[in-house]
């Protein structure tokens, strides 16, 4: 080998800007078992790459209402699964909101939440609570802010969790934030 091609072959390996390749071939793109690909070293070549070691796994789930997330070991290993990211609340769309919630006889709670919002996940539980002791007195709905822009900018909506209470086809009140159960009781019962 010349200099010259030692010379571009060593930077090509040191710069910052080349990395080894991740991609799976296809014949391996399938199969869901363990994989290691092979490394592509040359001799008097600097360590680099030796490969990607995938691992397929499923965990099981309960499907118990009272647990929300499941935790167990494996492998030595604590591996936790959050189940229930949106509770068992009807939700409410573009296309059913005015039905569901303007056109409603009595009060109507509305909690404006998102699958990425960590605060939406801790006040999922209290909104359940809230509708099960209020069943027959208040309807409750949830709307995905991700899947309804429109009506959250209609109403307003500039953070999730936000919970909002209508009557009669008008907001009356909204609570921002994940609060104490007592709180979201005290907005409710002025309504009631």
Known sequence: ?????????????????????LRRPAAMASSPAAISLPSRRKAGALPGFVGLKIQSRSLASSNSK???????????????????????????????WESLVLKADGPVLVEFWAPWCGPCRMLHPVVGEL???????????????????WIATRYGVRSVPTIMIFSNGKKEDAVIGAVPKTTLSTCIEKFL
């Open 1 to 21: 080998m010349s200099s010259m091609a030692a010379m571009h072959e060593s930077v090509a390996l040191s710069s910052p800007n080349v990395r080894p390749s």
């Open 66 to 96: 009272s647990s929300r997330a499941s935790c167990c070991s494996r492998n030595g290993r604590i591996v936790c699964e959050a189940q229930g990211t949106a509770l068992d609340l009807p939700p409410v769309t573009d296309t059913t």
């Open 131 to 149: 509708a099960d002791e209020y069943a027959g007195k208040l309807k409750c709905f949830k709307l995905n802010t991700d899947e309804s822009r």
